[in-house]
């Protein structure tokens, strides 16, 4: 195909492939391998031990669903965590809804943070807005010690693999009901449903024994593995499926809609099955 | 990564990759390239034009959504035809429902039918079944010389290049109108909204100018271009949309449920947006 590509290997079989223009960026962090490249096809793109993160052209998929589903869910939520997230865009679509007075964002990855302010500055310009917190810690101690203080937590990271390995345990979600107020809701990202069905249906078993409501949604991310992406929702009080229909107000997005905030739960049979 | 692997290149600068076992079959046909892989992650597949067109363990998603939305929608449809879709798979679907009396399948390709025959029994083992009629015709002309015959047409064709660039022109969707009874309803696949934003906007633009009742649905395909596939619906009376309740009867499936079939029209944005 001539010229530099990048694959993926998503499974030890499959995986995506793509051109590189250039590479931006590479370094062995602290805690990961990461890289910027700029691709033909998805512009500039950060990668986190060999593995898609975000990209210019399709990263307002993720960013967006992670954010409004559970801050419309919410009817009033003011302070709100990102656990990850460190390349900021998250922390952008929280800040299109003005009841929320401060955005905590903890990466364990500094190095992050800073290449992402560099080389994708339209997802994390507003890393420095004032309404927002950036800490460089460990999510997980955060959350430990955290109590009573938050009314949305988004868990934004890596693949339960290297540092995000804690984070996709039943003491994580345990630690983030003690870090939410007592209406508090989370949302976290639980993979694919066609190479990860174990993960899902794990994850869905320990939310569910520790908070009353727990929901699974999906959206669609062409450069993640099989191009459909879960999140996992706990909440403490608020349904996400039964929000009223005042409660949305205009924010501009690309892909979520107040019709597809409901729809997103309905969910493919072979998926729905690995909720029940 | 060592072995055998094949790259589908999806746009001239991304594209999927996999691990392959073995080439069951490969062959230059009238018509197009014809290669039946043993894959490591899918299963069987079958390729035209290095292209995949469909695998066992993915088979289902499309197949199930091509064939139920439709016959759902329609209160009693007896007559039924396929376009393409010689390996099978919308047949077995459309055979779930009591009601078809006949199920007319015109692949232009009789190579297809054989080696997925051969290849993959599961999918095409019910082109046997005494409902089916098997033509290896061209399914343009087939649609030109047909009159107020059938009560669904499902257009299972390869991408608009190649042998099935008529499939997608103005001509053929005022044919399938002609071939349609009075309150028939049609569905073709439209490839995906990632990369191919102009040609889904076309096909809504003409079938509108044709078809009363206009839609566009999805679902996730996870070896097609970025996992988001569309569906385009032309309808003379019936509104997908609008099916009542006791419509719906048990049938297996693995994708589709009733909930599915609205929900699958509930579009992201940037999707809604080519349809306005």
């Known amino acids: 195909m001539g010229g530099l590509w990048f694959t993926e290997k998503q499974t030890d079989h499959f995986g995506i492939t793509m051109e590189i223009k250039q590479t931006l960026h590479t370094e062995q962090t602290e805690f990961q391998k990461?890289?910027?490249?700029?691709?033909?096809?998805?512009?500039?793109?950060?990668?986190?031990?060999?593995?898609?993160?975000t990209s210019q052209k399709d990263e307002f998929v993720y960013h967006e669903m992670v954010a409004h589903v559970p801050l419309f869910t919410h009817p009033n939520p003011e302070n709100v965590l990102v656990v990850g997230g460190g390349d900021g865009g998250v922390i952008r679509e929280i800040l299109k809804h003005p009841s929320v007075k401060k955005a905590t964002l903890v990466d364990i990855d500094g190095k992050v943070i800073e290449y992402s302010k560099k080389f994708l500055p339209e997802i994390a310009g507003e890393l420095e807005n004032p309404r927002v917190d950036v800490q460089v810690d460990d999510g997980f101690m955060h959350i430990a010690k955290s109590e009573n203080q938050y009314d949305v937590i988004m868990v934004d990271s890596t693949e339960p693999v290297g540092p995000a390995v804690n984070l996709f345990t039943k003491g994580f979600y345990a630690g983030i009901s003690k870090a939410l107020k007592e209406d508090g809701i989370f949302v976290a990202q639980t993979d694919n449903p066609w190479f990860k069905a174990d993960l899902i249906r794990e994850v869905q078993k320990d939310v569910k024994e520790i908070f009353p409501i727990t929901r699974l949604y999906i959206a669609n991310v062409p450069t993640y593995p099989s191009g459909m992406w879960t999140f996992t929702v706990g909440s403490k009080k608020y349904d996400p499926l039964e929000v009223s229909e005042d409660r949305f107000h205009d924010i501009e997005t690309k892909?979520?809609?107040k019709?597809?905030?409901?729809?997103?739960?309905v969910l493919p049979k072979f998926v729905k099955d690995l909720t029940e």
Do not use: I, P, R, S
């Open 34 to 53: 990461l890289d910027m490249v700029e691709t033909a096809e998805w512009g500039n793109m950060l990668l986190l031990d060999d593995m898609v993160m």
């Open 255 to 257: 892909y979520y809609t």
């Open 259 to 265: 019709e597809l905030h409901k729809a997103a739960f």
